[in-house]
């Protein structure tokens, strides 16, 4: 085989630019601390290390998410620390205006400390957290949620139903609320016990009755109907009291006590519980007849039209009989109307501690989890410098062997030889 100069020259050119390419590389390798520079390189691993890296910067995002929301929620929940405290003074207040040592001036004060519990109420309901937006407003966080008319009544303009609330991702498969909306919190909140309340319809002159208390005797009887408890009089003039409903076809039935026997003409005892189609009640005072309380489901009130009744029912004061018995009756209601909004309070601050620990938790597990894929990566991606050192070594000797062998060759000519 015929070799010409040309070839020569150019396979010695062709070893120092391989030489001086693999150098390069390798020392760019070192300086980067990195095996692979392109794809090329290792195709199975570029395309390993993309995906890591892919997971890596969501589930940073994941941290970012939760670091952004915890304070939120954190606010809420010392909102509602702050809702409570106030909630159980004004219940003090309530227990306190229903004493019979209190007379209607002293009783007028307790009105009055009880309007700034509920402007105090109001306030935070309107929280806003530290971006502006409003707490309890739901997803329509930049619009006032509560607002009062020119009577003082508190309507909620906020967001409702599906939806309501934004949920913040703080992993691949679990997102979390990061609020509550003002409805749940502060407007529908059943009153009671949740599942029957009790009013005074109608008062006759002279009546002192007073609701005490009412309830469930047996959930398996329990409907929804209203029942009419109304009193009249015996030939001897005693207090009975009858219970009767209208049934589905518009007609008057006398409701029936726990033994299956009409509740028609009972003797009233003041004090003892009356039950009757899965319900309890018990009334005191001394009605007189033509005195009506209606028995029915458990509506939803706000905390605010608690409030407001239990300020009415104060500032009426309690100077005749009548009207004593409207305040213990309101008084009693109060009492009860506030145990339920203080337990909706405490089931909410639960879940909000729930959702904070839960991002503590996740926080963690996503800590980890980094760990974990950054350890992948740098498996996959990261340089041997041992190795590397090695064979940045052995690539300058070759190197220098070939530059030193194209010297010499360069030398060699038909002149020289002659």
Known sequence: ?????????????????????ELNRTSLQMGRGERILSPSDDPSGATQVNQFERIIQATKQYQRNIDNTQPRLQQEESALQSGTDLLQRARELVVAGNNDSQTNETRSYLAGELRQLREGLFDISNTK???????????????????????GAVRYEGAEGTGSVREVAISANRKVPVGDTGARVFMDIPENDGRVGAEVLNREPGSTLVVEQTGVSDVGALDERDYTIEFSEDAGGNVQFSITYV????????????????????????????????????????????????????????????????????????????????????????????????????????????????????????????????????????????????????????????????????????????
Do not use: C, H, W
């Open 247 to 418: 049934d589905e076809n518009g007609d008057t039935q006398f409701a029936e006590d726990n033994s299956g026997n009409s509740m028609e003409d009972r003797p009233f005892v003041a004090g003892e519980a009356v039950l009757f189609e899965g319900r309890s009640i018990t009334l005191s005072g001394t009605p007189q007849a033509g005195d009506q309380v209606l028995s029915r489901a458990a509506e939803n009130k706000s905390v605010f039209e608690t409030l407001d009744a239990i300020i009415a029912a104060l500032e009426e004061g309690g100077a005749s009989g009548t009207s004593r018995a409207n305040l213990a009756t309101a008084s009693n209601t109060a009492l009860a109307d506030l145990d339920a909004v203080l337990g909706n309070f405490s089931d909410i601050r639960a879940e909000v501690g729930s959702r904070l620990k839960s991002f503590d938790q996740q926080k963690d597990l996503n800590e980890d989890r980094l760990v974990d894929l950054n350890s992948a990566v740098s498996e996959i991606r990261d340089l041997d410098y041992a190795e590397a050192i090695s064979r940045f070594n052995q690539q300058q000797v070759a190197l220098q062997a070939a530059q030193q062998t194209y010297t010499q060759v360069n030398r060699l000519s038909l002149f020289d030889f002659l």
């Open 129 to 151: 957290d530290p971006n502006g937006e409003y707490l309890f407003a739901g997803t329509k966080s930049l619009q006032q949620p509560f607002q009062q008319d020119g009577t």
């Open 1 to 21: 085989m015929r070799i010409s100069t040309t070839q020569i020259f150019q396979t010695g050119i062709d070893q120092i630019q391989r030489g001086q390419t």
